[in-house]
């Protein structure tokens, strides 16, 4: 694909948006104060394995702040940046690596909540207020994917992941319709599930069995999807399903992560080796403690807790990004974290 294209992206709603990077903090701006010494104690080592991850002269960094409920990054890197998603602000922030600017990308966004990158180079969001998912094309237009399954609007898009073989993958949980927080109230038409795009465009029900589906991320070699259930009882759980043959179906349901009791998931991702990050808080339980549970827990492909990245606000999501894949970036609820490590993601 011609570099000069895909790079058009980064002009995607010029007209709409002006691109004004200049601070725009109306929301709540959190202070931070990063560690000054290394190694930086905010990174956990929960079992020696995780030692190797862990890069003794990184520490946590604050690269931006004043949205009010950060969710769905995704890096750019022909053009070192990275989007997410702000979504009670209907809008998509932009964060320039280069230059350290920060400012609107988008707005309205059609409270968008999940982004990820298409095999072209595209912008592929999921939007909670037209419940539907999306793609800008190079030269900014929008293109809907789907809105609907068999005539019936779909809940509120959410998480969206793109596999090697062009085939989009969202869960479709009915948190952007349940108030007027990020999105519009209105009664699910469809269970709780998770879709398939074919390449060809065509729109498969994965799987209708979990109780709000969030977060997904397939292994390094695409032949386990792993699905966040964050409405599982009594904890919240992520699930292992084995990919068919044919690329398109689930089998073979295993439990890999429970959050055990007060501890909550909301997005994943997966590195190079096969453990999975993942985004963490509280569950909003009276036994739950925010200070011992805000972060990125990390986990073995065998679903042991290895590593804790503690940050002063809970993370909805990450994703990995950088030159070399290796920078690690966090949407938590007001701005958005980074840090390097020793691993690189999959995607």
């Known amino acids: 694909m011609n570099v000069t294209r895909r790079g058009m992206i980064a002009t995607a709603g010029a007209a709409a948006t002006a691109f004004a990077f200049q601070q725009r903090a109306n ?24 030692a190797k991850y862990r890069l003794f002269s990184s520490t946590v960094e604050q690269l931006a702040t004043g949205m009010r409920w950060a969710e769905g990054p995704v890096w750019f890197g022909d053009g070192r940046y990275l989007l997410v998603s702000d979504i009670p602000n209907n809008r998509i922030m932009r964060y320039d690596e280069a230059t350290g600017a920060w400012g609107v990308f988008r707005q309205p966004s059609n409270f968008a909540n999940g982004n990820a990158r298409d095999r072209q180079g595209r912008l592929i969001s999921c939007e909670h207020l037209t419940r539907r998912v999306t793609r800008t094309e190079y030269d900014g237009k929008i293109t809907v994917l789907a809105d609907n399954f068999n005539g019936k609007r779909f809940n509120s898009p959410n998480d969206i992941v793109c596999k090697s073989d062009g085939s989009i993958w969202f869960t479709d949980p009915p948190f952007g319709i349940s108030g007027e927080w990020e999105g519009d109230k209105a009664t699910p038409e469809l269970p709780h599930s998770v879709y398939r795009i074919a390449p060809d465009g065509k729109l498969g029900l994965v799987t209708a069995d979990l109780a709000g589906p969030n977060g997904l991320a397939f292994s390094p070699d695409e032949k386990k999807l792993y699905i966040v259930e964050s409405r599982a ?18 089998s ?39 200070e011992e549970l805000d972060g990125v827990k990390v986990f073995n492909p065998e679903g042991k807790a290895i590593g804790f990245i503690r940050l002063p606000e809970r993370c909805p999501n990450l994703v990995f990004g950088g030159a070399k894949k290796n920078r690690l970036f966090m949407a938590s609820s007001h701005s958005l974290y980074a840090l390097y490590v020793e691993a690189r993601g999959a995607v």
């Open 233 to 250: 009882q009594p904890n919240r759980l992520v699930w292992a399903y084995d990919v068919g043959a044919d690329g398109s179906t689930l």
């Open 252 to 290: 073979n349901k295993t439990k890999v992560i429970d959050a055990n009791g007060a501890g909550a998931l909301d997005g994943i991702k997966v590195d190079t080796d096969g453990n999975i990050w993942c985004g963490w808080g509280s569950n909003g339980a009276p036994t739950a403690k925010p």
């Open 27 to 50: 929301a709540q701006s959190f202070e931070f104060k990063p560690n000054q010494r290394y190694p930086d104690a905010s990174v956990e080592i929960l079992d020696p394995s995780f």
